[in-house]
């Protein structure tokens, strides 16, 4: 049975940096790419970042993009988000999940995603 858990959300401040992290367990980790989402109340899903199995190639949306870095270690099957500077407008429950192929990119695409988090919220007041 495949797990995702996050953790690392919370309330913080505008300008202030956050850590979320994602472990991942019934899976050979290292074998699928990996992405987070977010979502606000009223709001589809949208895709924040995401990595290759390898580690070797990320991508970001352009709303986070220079502010947030996407890293995974692969012998503690974690994905992490390193959130900095962060905005008002981030505020939103946070998702990690796992392509559902492995040995193949992330996407933005919620749709390539199998497995999935039960998300952490993140605030963030101005």
């Known amino acids: 049975q495949v797990q995702l858990e996050e953790s690392g959300g919370g309330l913080v401040q505008a300008g202030d940096s956050l850590r979320l992290s994602c472990g991942a367990s019934?899976?050979?980790?290292?074998?699928?790419?990996m992405a987070w989402f977010r979502q606000t109340p009223g709001k589809e899903r949208e895709f924040v970042s995401g990595i290759s199995w390898s580690g070797r190639t990320t991508g970001y949306a352009n709303s986070v993009k220079g502010r947030f870095t996407i890293s995974r270690d692969n012998s503690k099957n974690t994905v992490y988000l390193q959130m900095s500077s962060l905005k008002p407008e981030d505020t939103a429950v946070y998702s990690c999940a796992s392509r559902r192929t492995t040995y193949v990119g992330y996407t933005s695409d919620m749709s390539d995603y199998a497995y999935w988090g039960q998300g952490t919220q993140v605030t963030v007041s101005s």
């Open positions: 019934g899976l050979t980790f290292s074998s699928y790419a």
